[in-house]
């Protein structure tokens, strides 16, 4: 069974400045939960025990959120604000959470590399943390670990997309073997429309055999300068299977600003304290659209 998961969370998050400049694009809340927590959740969820996040310069708020907070809960407890206090701790006891500094901004498949000695020989769960993924039935990575235990060989998730947007993901190359499944032949980097073997394309989730670090230690600079992911794991998969689960879900990327009010939306929209005040006041504005 995987228990260990990696969140890369170490990314200048450039498309939301100013407030990036000091707060991390994953601690950006939707609703009133910060991106990071819900990936979190959905790690634990799946049933990962140990999580190892990869942070960066102006990243300490993470470290700080899913620690204890010894004077917040004394003042709750003051104001007899159990519901909340219960909240706040729920936080720093959902995994066992680690962090490593990336050096170097050198892409997701450098700072991944920085999880080495901490995964060791088992195999892990990658999930980026920037990106929501609400599943229907169980939680997308335990959809991930449910093929990995069918193959015994790393898995990513996979997003039908229009074929004019391919050119913004990695796109998978590959040949159905079940219902949702593919084995994969290759994997292209942020193809053109005209270049890409498919519209599947890799779904900020991944679980990983530990042989994906070695492919990384020998990957060269690709696409922006970086030691891309996808590079890698087209190399790996010449030697190792590696599958494609075309999941059962939506996903959210809150990397753009779009994407990012749609998604305080439609999470506003499933909230028990706004969600019918939202859904009237929604209903109003648009009538003067």
């Not at 400045?17 to 707060?23: A, G, N, R, Y």
């Not at 007899?80 to 997701?108: C, P, R, T, Y």
């Not at 890799?202 to 690709?222: C, W």
């Amino acid at each position: 069974m995987i228990k260990k998961a990696v969140i890369p969370a170490a990314g200048w998050g450039t498309r939301f400045l100013p407030i990036t400049k000091s707060q991390p694009k994953e601690m950006i809340p939707i609703v009133d939960t910060p991106v990071i927590q819900y990936v979190v959740e959905e790690a634990v969820a799946s049933g990962i025990t140990d999580i190892l996040m990869i942070i960066g310069k102006g990243k300490r708020a993470i470290e700080e959120h899913f620690d204890r907070s010894p004077q917040l809960e004394e003042s709750l407890v003051k104001k007899k604000q159990f519901d909340l206090l219960e909240q706040i701790k729920k936080i720093s006891n959902l995994a066992n959470i680690h962090f490593v500094w990336q050096k170097e901004m050198n892409g997701l498949g450098d700072a991944i590399r920085y999880a080495r000695d901490h995964v060791g020989n088992e195999p892990f769960a990658v999930l980026l943390g920037d990106t929501l993924i609400s599943g229907k039935g169980d939680p997308i990575t335990k959809q991930l670990i449910d093929v990995y235990e069918r193959y015994k060989s790393s898995v990513v998730a996979l997003e039908e997309v229009p074929m004019d947007n391919v050119h913004r993901y990695g796109v998978i190359k590959g040949k159905k073997l079940e219902k949702n499944v593919l084995i994969a032949e290759d994997f292209i980097e942020k193809p053109a429309p005209e270049e890409a073997p498919s519209n599947l394309a890799i779904a900020s989730r991944y679980i990983f055999t530990p042989e994906i670090f070695n492919y990384l230690d020998k990957t060269q600079p690709g696409k922006n300068n970086e030691i891309q992911l996808t590079d890698a794991m087209r190399d790996m998969v010449k030697k190792y299977a590696m599958y494609g689960l075309q999941f059962k879900g939506t996903r959210y990327d809150i990397g753009n600003k779009l994407d990012f009010l749609k998604t305080n939306v439609i999470y506003g929209l499933k909230h028990e304290e706004i969600a019918v005040p939202l859904r009237k006041w929604l209903k109003e504005f648009a009538k003067e659209l």
